[in-house]
């Protein structure tokens, strides 16, 4: 089997994608899965050197036979490239959103108000509605027209159709009608009897009927260019340039310069460049971003160590042994979007609703023609009035609403409380999940040294302790020792002397005339033992950090550090549970601090999973989906963007990297994990209001189709219809504005 990503375009909508998807999957040994978000389908078949009848160009010729675009992946582009093709896209739609909007508010305002029907308000009505109907509403003529080629027919064609019937017949009016009676004006009235249209005006149905539905167009799109960001993130972490050693010395190059076998100089504080081997030096390195793992890994001579983590202690020389797409940074990349193209495609609640909904609307209008006109010999006016009612009535003013109202007004709440929400595909999916995966360090705990406790051998003082202790590591770059420094309160710590590092152990130093070591407990002239060694003994088997103090050749305390649990951690958890979620903690850090996190939160022993690298997270998460479970994650750090990819919903923690963040489907501002137990449930709320919404919007629609194919539709109820119906829809939607958060 060989496999291909090709680039789809021209899609409008999920139906498109899974239109292109049934294609591909037809031909012989091929499986195919389209994104409609990311606009990518990722293919798997037989090719010709595999034996088989199939090769990349009859995998595009019939995507393009179905009516859209394909093409191979171009070269990857920089930021600034993609952020300017993103808002080329956009420019278009913006034009045609501002367009309609400032041309169909007077159409709508004269249409509904009397007192505005001035004597030739009917032709100034014509005048602003053409632009909106014939350049602001042409992606749905020209998408409508493709699906007529193919026989389909999708929300677009329901848009164009009801929209240019209702036009057009205003323009027969107009012109051959009654309608361009000079003084002619639209009463209220509601009485329900047949006639021949040939006063009726329409031009408020087109023209607000586009507004609205470019509206929702325009912001899904926005949301949609969003997808790939996790991919661009997770490339930006890399080194930009390396300091690669020629002949003994320092060459600062580009990291695409760097070749297997270079040796190159990493700093204190400096990102490494790329995967590879320490050659010379000792240090500490901060690999959280990539692994989890909340203390630092020391390392020396012979060690492995990986691109983009930080180097955090002291000078190392590493040969560089994987460049480029072989780097774990690239492989992880590769997992995102790997990720993201296999997520299912959520098919918005709208078109698949349309599926049935246009071609019986359609339908009826044509039987509605036929009865009129052939049956009862009404005559064409009549029958052509009947006809074009049930488009009318049908066409989706209130569902152009019924989406995207609600989806601003609970994402406007959302971004309030520190949510932002992604589109309507994720509230379809917050329904669904039973199964929540937490990761450790940075959600469930800080993601930052802290000191826990301090154990004092007899008649020792714990100021002095931490005086002494933060004066010395304050000298020192290893992320512990902050923990140690802000605990002493490091703005009035003395100045230590002969300070001195010892690889692996710790450091040592002479402050105010006392000799001090800081460390592990080989750097203390004997070992410890009393209170002490228990302390040190029950810090370690808790999966905690212990840090000896000693001076003038004695043990005074055994320091604690540890990644300390958010205060709000264990009330989420019991909040989680509330929503009916069973929450799981995962994590890149040892069995020992995992079940410590564990039990404080309230989360058994058996749904604890640690140790785990960025790959087994991935899989944890594809083996709970394979189980039946509907699973939500919540992360924050590089490691977790793949996993919240191909978790069913992703949580990001805003406190987090940008990676996470834009591989996630939520996003929670703030470090609280409680904000994740309301971005459930303010999502669950948004999409049973959409829910609601579409009712209505359909509901009048039913209840209108039989007189309007009666003949009996008069088009002022069918205004009042359609004017309660959205009028109802943004109401039910600002509901969503009162939503309420635990966490305050």
């Given at each position: 089997m060989s496999s291909v990503e090709l680039e789809i375009g021209g899609m409008t909508c999920a139906s498109c994608a899974a239109r292109i998807e049934k294609k591909l999957n037809r031909m012989d040994g091929v499986t195919a899965t389209v994104n409609y978000a990311t606009e990518k389908a990722k293919v798997s078949y037989v090719s010709y050197e595999d034996g088989g009848a199939v090769a990349v160009g009859d995998?595009?010729?019939?995507?393009?036979?179905?009516?859209?675009?394909?093409?191979?992946?171009?070269?990857?582009?920089?930021?600034?490239?993609?952020?300017?093709?993103?808002?080329?896209?956009?420019?278009?739609?913006?034009?045609?959103?501002?367009?309609?909007?400032?041309?169909?508010?007077?159409?709508?305002?004269?249409?509904?108000?009397?007192?505005?029907?001035?004597?030739?308000?009917?032709?100034?009505?014509?005048?602003l509605a053409t632009p909106v109907v014939t350049y602001a509403a042409w992606p749905f003529h020209k998408a409508t027209w493709a699906n007529l080629r193919h026989g389909t027919a999708t929300m677009d064609t329901l848009i164009s159709v009801g929209t240019l019937a209702a036009f057009g017949w205003s323009v027969w009016a107009l012109f051959f009608g009654d309608a361009g009676t000079p003084g002619m004006k639209h009463p209220f009235e509601l009485t329900i009897e047949r006639g021949n249209g040939s006063a009726n005006l329409y031009f408020e149905v087109a023209a607000g009927v586009t507004s609205f539905i470019l509206a929702g167009r325009y912001f899904e799109v926005r949301s949609k260019?969003?997808?790939?960001?996790?991919?661009?993130?997770?490339?930006?972490?890399?080194?930009?340039?390396?300091?690669?050693?020629?002949?003994?010395?320092?060459?600062?190059?580009?990291?695409?310069?760097?070749?297997?076998?270079?040796?190159?100089?990493?700093?204190?504080?400096?990102?490494?460049?790329?995967?590879?081997?320490?050659?010379?030096?000792?240090?500490?390195?901060?690999?959280?971003?990539?692994?989890?793992?909340?203390?630092?890994?020391?390392?020396?001579?012979?060690?492995?160590?990986?691109?983009?983590?930080?180097?955090?202690?002291?000078?190392?020389?590493?040969?560089?042994?994987?460049?480029?797409?072989?780097?774990?940074?690239?492989?992880?990349?590769?997992?995102?979007?790997?990720?993201?193209?296999?997520?299912?495609?959520?098919?918005?609640?709208?078109?698949?609703?349309?599926?049935?909904?246009?071609?019986?609307?359609?339908?009826?209008?044509?039987?509605?023609?036929?009865?009129?006109?052939?049956?009862?010999?009404a005559g064409a006016a009549s029958a052509f009035t009947a006809a074009v009612a049930v488009l009318i009535i049908a066409c989706p003013c209130a569902l152009g609403l019924a989406t995207p109202t609600a989806l601003m007004v609970g994402t406007g709440r959302?971004?309030?409380?520190?949510?932002?929400?992604?589109?309507?595909?994720?509230?379809?999916?917050?329904?669904?999940?039973?199964?929540?995966?937490?990761?450790?360090?940075?959600?469930?705990?800080?993601?930052?040294?802290?000191?826990?406790?301090?154990?004092?051998?007899?008649?020792?003082?714990?100021?002095?302790?931490?005086?002494?202790?933060?004066?010395?590591?304050?000298?020192?770059?290893?992320?512990?020792?902050?923990?140690?420094?802000?605990?002493?309160?490091?703005?009035?710590?003395?100045?230590?002397?002969?300070?001195?590092?010892?690889?692996?152990?710790?450091?040592?130093?002479?402050?105010?005339?006392?000799?001090?070591?800081?460390?592990?407990?080989?750097?203390?002239?004997?070992?410890?033992?009393?209170?002490?060694?228990?302390?040190?003994?029950?810090?370690?088997?808790?999966?905690?950090?212990?840090?000896?103090?000693?001076?003038?050749?004695?043990?005074?305390?055994v320091l604690v550090v540890s990644d300390a649990v958010k205060p709000s951690s264990a009330e989420a958890v019991r909040m989680l549970r509330g929503l009916g979620l069973r929450p799981f903690l995962l994590t890149g850090d040892n069995a020992a601090v995992a079940g410590s996190v564990a039990a404080e939160v309230g989360i058994p022993a058996a749904d604890v999973i640690a140790g785990v690298m960025p790959e087994d997270k991935v899989a944890v998460i594809r083996r709970l989906q394979a189980a039946g479970r509907h699973v939500a994650m919540v992360g924050d750090g590089v490691n977790d963007a793949a996993a919240l990819a191909q978790a069913d919903l992703g949580l990001a923690m805003g406190t987090g990297t940008d990676a996470a963040i834009a591989a996630a489907d939520l996003t929670l501002v703030r470090g609280d994990l409680r904000v994740a137990a309301d971005a459930i449930r303010l999502s669950r709320r948004t999409l049973a209001t959409i829910k609601g919404n579409l009712f209505w919007a359909f509901g009048y629609n039913v209840v209108a189709l039989p007189l309007a194919a009666a003949g009996l539709l008069n088009p002022m109820i069918a205004g009042a219809a359609m004017a309660f119906s959205s009028v109802f829809v943004v109401g039910n939607s600002l509901r969503l504005r009162r939503f309420a958060p635990t966490a305050v």
């Open positions: 995998l595009i010729s019939t995507v393009e036979a179905t009516g859209y675009t394909a093409a191979l992946p171009a070269p990857p582009a920089t930021v600034e490239e993609t952020a300017g093709a993103a808002a080329a896209e956009l420019l278009p739609l913006e034009q045609r959103l501002l367009t309609a909007v400032v041309l169909a508010i007077p159409v709508v305002a004269m249409a509904m108000v009397p007192a505005l029907q001035f004597r030739g308000w009917q032709w100034l009505s014509l005048i260019r969003r997808a790939g960001a996790a991919l661009r993130a997770l490339m930006e972490l890399g080194a930009k340039d390396v300091a690669v050693l020629r002949d003994g010395e320092e060459v600062r190059v580009p990291t695409g310069e760097l070749a297997v076998g270079d040796l190159f100089v990493v700093r204190p504080g400096e990102k490494i460049a790329t995967d590879g081997v320490v050659r010379e030096g000792s240090s500490a390195v901060d690999a959280s971003m990539l692994t989890g793992e909340s203390v630092p890994v020391e390392i020396g001579p012979g060690d492995a160590v990986t691109g983009a983590t930080v180097n955090a202690g002291g000078r190392i020389v590493v040969e560089a042994t994987r460049i480029g797409a072989d780097t774990q940074l690239a492989r992880m990349a590769r997992l995102v979007e790997d990720a993201q193209n296999g997520k299912a495609t959520a098919q918005r609640l709208a078109d698949r609703i349309s599926a049935v909904f246009v071609p019986v609307v359609i339908g009826l209008a044509i039987a509605t023609l036929g009865w009129w006109w052939l049956v009862e010999g959302g971004a309030q409380l520190g949510i932002l929400i992604k589109g309507p595909e994720v509230l379809e999916t917050t329904q669904k999940v039973d199964t929540i995966v937490l990761d450790k360090t940075g959600t469930v705990t800080t993601g930052a040294m802290s000191l826990i406790s301090v154990h004092l051998a007899e008649g020792e003082d714990e100021a002095e302790v931490l005086r002494l202790a933060g004066a010395l590591e304050h000298a020192s770059e290893h992320p512990i020792a902050r923990a140690v420094v802000v605990a002493a309160a490091g703005d009035t710590l003395p100045a230590p002397e002969d300070f001195t590092a010892v690889p692996g152990l710790g450091v040592r130093g002479v402050v105010d005339g006392h000799a001090v070591v800081v460390g592990r407990e080989k750097l203390l002239a004997e070992p410890l033992s009393g209170k002490l060694g228990i302390a040190w003994t029950e810090a370690e088997e808790t999966g905690r950090t212990s840090i000896a103090v000693g001076w003038d050749g004695e043990a005074r305390a």
